[in-house]
């Protein structure tokens, strides 16, 4: 079983930065595909971003590329946010999510392919 546990949330302003973690990812037999997603208040959860433990191959949603930055420590076991230029629009709940196996690249953005999600840490924007 695979626990994963995000932190780092908060409030920033618009513009402004924030990096999230997400312990106990990164184990490459339990976790060959790692996403991010987030879930806005009366939306529907959307993807973020993801990575190929294998490879480092990073995918990202058009929403936040050029912003957002995913990466993973394999030595800490644990996968990374790095959210820059943050928007109004970026305020959700993100989720950290893992799933054991490779997916192909048009599924590594689709959360119905992933099974291990941690609880979820609040990021708020604020004007």
């Known amino acids: 079983q695979v626990q994963l546990v995000e932190s780092g949330g908060g409030s920033v302003q618009a513009g402004g930065s924030l990096t999230l973690s997400c312990a106990g990812a990164g184990n490459t037999y339990s976790s060959h595909c790692l996403g991010w997603f987030r879930q806005a208040p009366g939306k529907e959860r959307e993807a973020v971003a993801s990575i190929y433990t294998r490879d480092g191959s990073t995918y990202y949603a058009d929403s936040v590329k050029g912003r957002f930055t995913i990466s993973r420590d394999s030595a800490k076991n644990t996968l990374y946010l790095q959210m820059n230029s943050l928007e109004l629009e970026d305020t959700a709940v993100y989720y950290c999510?893992?799933?054991?196996?490779?997916?192909?690249?048009?599924?590594?953005?689709?959360?119905?392919?992933?099974?291990?999600w941690g609880q979820g840490t609040q990021v708020t924007v604020s004007s």
């Open positions: 999510a893992a799933v054991p196996k490779l997916l192909p690249p048009w599924r590594a953005l689709k959360d119905a392919e992933y099974i291990y």
